[in-house]
C-alpha cells in the first residue's frame, strides 16, 4: 500500500514562486514514476509532469520551463518547484503513482489547493 500525501499549496500573485512536496510512504520498492496531476473548477484532471526511475522528466506543454519537478532519496520525496505562476496554474494539485501487483493499482494524494491571483 503506497500512501501519497501532498503539501506547500497556497495563495501566490501571478509570478510568483510555490514548491509542492509528495511525502511518499509504503511499498516504494515498486514504484517507477511519479506523477504531479492537476485539477481546476469544471476542468478535467490533468498531467502536469513525471519522473521516473531514471530521474528523466516530462511536462506539459502548459508548464515547460516554469515548473521542475524532482526527488530526494529515491521515492521518499518528490517536488514540483513552480515558478512564474499564471492565474490559470490554480488548481488542486495532486500526486500519483502506479504500481503493478501485479495489475495496476493506481495510488493519489488528497491533494493541495494551488490560487494565483492577477
Known amino acids: 500500500q503506497v500512501q501519497l500525501v501532498e503539501s506547500g499549496g497556497g495563495l501566490v500573485q501571478a509570478g510568483g514562486s510555490l514548491t509542492l512536496s509528495c511525502a511518499v510512504s509504503g511499498g516504494t520498492s515498486r514504484i517507477n514514476a511519479i506523477d504531479w496531476y492537476r485539477q481546476a473548477p469544471g476542468k478535467q484532471r490533468e498531467s502536469v509532469a513525471t519522473i521516473n526511475n531514471f530521474d528523466r522528466t516530462n511536462y506539459a506543454d502548459s508548464v515547460k520551463g516554469r515548473f521542475t519537478i524532482s526527488r530526494v532519496n529515491g521515492w521518499n520525496t518528490v517536488y514540483l518547484q513552480m515558478n512564474s505562476l499564471k492565474p490559470e496554474d490554480t488548481a488542486v494539485y495532486y500526486c500519483?503513482?502506479?504500481?503493478?501487483?501485479?495489475?495496476?493499482?493506481?495510488?493519489w494524494g488528497q491533494g493541495t489547493q494551488v490560487t494565483v491571483s492577477s
Open positions: 500519483k503513482t502506479s504500481v503493478w501487483i501485479p495489475t495496476k493499482v493506481d495510488y
